[in-house]
C-alpha cells in the first residue's frame, strides 16, 4: 500500500476556499531544490514554475513576492510596486520565524499572518503556473487567478531579467 502523503498547509487552505490547484511531489534527496532543479525535476519548463521571495520595506512591512524561478527579483520594481523607497529581502535565519515555512519550502498560501502579495506580470498570460506547497518535495500546479485569490495577491512588473 502506498504511503499517503499529508498535504501541507497551503492545501489545506486552497481546500478551504474552493480553489482547484494539483499537488506535484519530488525527491529532495539529492539536495537540489532550487527553482530550475526544482521544474526539471517534476518535468515542467522553468518558465512555468515560480519562486516565492520574502522581503520588507522601508516601512518595515514585510512583502511576498512570487516570480519565475530563471529570474530574480529587481528590489527597485518591488518597490515601486509596493509604494515603498526602498526594499531589501528578508535574511534567510528570519524566514522560518516569519512565515512558518523554511527556505526552498516557502509557498505564498497559508503564511503564519497574511502580507501584501505581489506575483510576477507575465504569470497573468499562463493557464497555470507552480508554486511551493509549503514543503521541500511538494508543488502546488493552480491557475494565477486562483493564487490571486487565495492570497490577495495582485500582479506586478517584478523581474530583473526581460524574457
Do not use: W
Amino acid at each position: 500500500m502506498a504511503k499517503k502523503i499529508a498535504k501541507t498547509n497551503a492545501a489545506r487552505m486552497l481546500d478551504k476556499e474552493n480553489i482547484h490547484y494539483e499537488l506535484l511531489h519530488y525527491s529532495a534527496e539529492d539536495g537540489k531544490v532550487d527553482g530550475v532543479s526544482v521544474a526539471a525535476k517534476i518535468g515542467f519548463p522553468a518558465k512555468l514554475v515560480y519562486k516565492t521571495l520574502v522581503a520588507i520595506g522601508a516601512s518595515k512591512q514585510t512583502y511576498v513576492f512570487v516570480i519565475p524561478v530563471a529570474e530574480e527579483l529587481d528590489l527597485k520594481k518591488a518597490a515601486k510596486a509596493t509604494g515603498e523607497k526602498k526594499m531589501e529581502m528578508v535574511p534567510v535565519k528570519d524566514i522560518l520565524a516569519l512565515t512558518g515555512y523554511v527556505r526552498g519550502g516557502c509557498s505564498p498560501v497559508g503564511m503564519k499572518k497574511s502580507f501584501p502579495t505581489f506575483i510576477s506580470a507575465e504569470a497573468q498570460q499562463l493557464p497555470e503556473i507552480i508554486v511551493s506547497a509549503g514543503k521541500i518535495g511538494m508543488q502546488l500546479k493552480l491557475a494565477p487567478a486562483e493564487l490571486t485569490a487565495a492570497t490577495n495577491g495582485q500582479f506586478a512588473d517584478l523581474s530583473a531579467s526581460v524574457q
